[in-house]
């Protein structure tokens, strides 16, 4: 049987230890404050945003609200992400991807003091992670690794598959991964005999944006199989990129979708934005 691993329950676990660490740091007078800047109002993006909000709320960390009209200039939030950078009261700094087309992404992440790139996607903290230093990392990733540190599956010495190397998921996985003594490959897109890859993992990671992708030609016997996709489908159901029913009876162990890799990326993020006082401590 297959062990289901529960995203829900385990990042309801980590917002307690966070809730309990913010309630400790305040009674020695620490405040912590996430400033979460929106531009314009796609409705997915506004989701993220309160979804975001409440999860400080329920922490105990302050969060400031900067809901921007889509036709703000790049100059604008360049300055607004100035201004927030030179507050000390600030700890971190959240600016809600996609952003309009007319600013670019890049020179706003860039924008962002390394020490408060929560998010952790400022070529800073990329490449902090890759020589193994201080600083903030990917939520979505750092989520992963914690579903599979609490549920006991051990890493070390596993052959580790990360079909994706996207900047905000595949290439950070792999880097985790390898920090956790994995054997690690990155499979992609132009990545021949994709499903012969696949089956060496003991450990598979699926980030591909492929509804229902992988199936069990995919998986070797035992597999841990993370699925990070998550799409909706016709029917309104959510679904990953692994085709849940057709490999469940040949892996080891799962993240379902809805429920399993999801709940984790704000977890982390409350976690990165807790961590960003030790960090700017130093
Ligand atoms: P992306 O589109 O930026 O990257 C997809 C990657 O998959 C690319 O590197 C590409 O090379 C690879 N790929 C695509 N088709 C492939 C194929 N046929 N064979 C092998 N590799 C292939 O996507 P992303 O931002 O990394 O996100 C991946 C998925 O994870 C999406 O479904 C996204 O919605 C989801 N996601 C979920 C969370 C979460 O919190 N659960 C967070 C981020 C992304």
Do not use: W
């Not at 302050?62 to 604008?76: F, G, I, M």
């Amino acid at each position: 049987m297959a062990k289901i691993i529960d995203g829900k329950a385990i990042s309801m676990k980590i917002k307690d230890e966070l809730k309990e660490k913010t309630a400790k740091m305040k009674s020695e007078g620490i405040n912590i404050c996430l400033a979460v800047i929106q531009v314009g109002n796609d409705p997915a993006s506004s989701v993220y945003v309160r979804n975001k909000k409440n999860a400080c709320k329920y922490i105990g960390i302050e969060s400031l609200s900067y809901e921007l009209p889509e036709d703000t200039t790049e100059e604008q939030l360049l300055e607004l992400v100035e201004k927030l950078n030179k507050d000390s009261k600030v700890n971190g700094i959240l600016v809600q991807l996609p952003l309009p087309s007319h600013i670019d992404e890049d020179k706003i992440i860039e924008s962002i003091l390394p020490l408060k790139d929560v998010d952790g996607f400022h070529p800073q903290s990329v490449g902090a992670l890759s020589i193994g230093q201080p600083g903030f990392v990917s939520c979505t990733p750092a989520g992963v690794i914690q579903l599979l540190k609490r549920s006991d599956i051990e890493i070390e010495g596993k052959e580790c598959v990360v079909i994706g190397r996207s900047n905000i998921v595949g290439k950070p996985m792999a880097q985790l991964l390898l920090r956790e003594n994995g054997t690690v490959t990155i499979a992609h897109s132009r990545t021949k005999n994709l499903k012969e890859v696949a089956r060496r993992a003991d450990i598979l990671v699926v980030a591909m944006g492929k509804p229902k992708f992988i199936n069990k030609e995919y998986i070797k016997d035992g597999a841990v199989v993370i699925d990070v996709g998550i799409h909706r489908m016709e029917n309104n159901k959510l679904c990953g990129d692994v085709d849940y029913d057709d490999i469940i009876e040949s892996v080891s162990a799962i993240t379902p979708v809805p429920g399993g890799v999801g709940p984790m990326t704000i977890a982390m993020l409350m976690n990165n934005c807790v961590e960003s006082v030790e960090l700017q401590k130093k």
